[in-house]
């Protein structure tokens, strides 16, 4: 996934290329996975340069409702069914060394539902319960996968996004103390 360590401020210009990133997901055949990651790391870097005040704002609203039709749109569903699949299938293989990678994912559907538009209004019925076995699925590797240092685990990572921490709970270890961590709030770095 590509991620730009440095989004600017242009918030329109971001905002932009999240929704054409989305938009060219929606009307495009080919390239299905690499146009979901392109429009989830142009989603991330909106988030990251974004608060929580401004992702509710007017402007923030109809980001998001625009961002919903285009969710609901052309091959979208079905990308993000796949997306949703290819998680779950990392969050299985995350004993053997996909852990992280499952995390990655599972936070990016997080913050999408979470920050920007509720998966209700976009996610199928069998693509919300997939989100539980994607759940399930990291919970029951953690135990033999290898635990994500803190080093690894990007700054912006809040501690409800438990999954990156489970492998060293399961060990007896405890998330690490995270500033800003109870909710979704960007922090600096990644």
Not at 115 to 121: G, N
């Amino acid at each position: 996934m590509r991620v730009s360590a440095d989004a600017g401020s242009d918030l329109p210009g971001l905002a932009r290329r999240a929704l054409d990133a989305f938009a060219e997901s929606a009307s495009r055949r080919r390239d299905r996975d690499a146009l979901m990651d392109n429009a989830f790391a142009a989603l991330f870097d909106l988030y990251r340069a974004t608060s929580p005040a401004q992702r509710r704002s007017p402007g923030g609203r109809n980001f998001n409702a625009t961002l919903a039709e285009l969710l609901s749109s052309g091959n979208n569903p079905d990308r993000l069914g796949l997306y949703v699949v290819r998680s779950q299938t990392a969050a299985e293989n995350g004993r053997h060394e996909a852990y992280r990678p499952a995390c990655w994912r599972r936070s990016m559907l997080e913050l999408l539902g979470e920050e920007f538009v509720p998966w209700r209004d976009f996610l199928r019925p069998g693509d919300l319960e997939a989100v539980q076995r994607i759940d399930e699925a990291l919970a029951e590797v953690a135990g033999s996968a290898r635990p994500v240092t803190e080093e690894e685990v990007p700054a912006w990572v809040p501690e409800s996004h438990w999954w990156w921490w489970e492998p060293a709970r399961q060990r007896g270890g405890e998330a690490p103390e995270r500033h800003g961590s109870g909710t979704l709030d960007a922090v600096a770095g990644d």
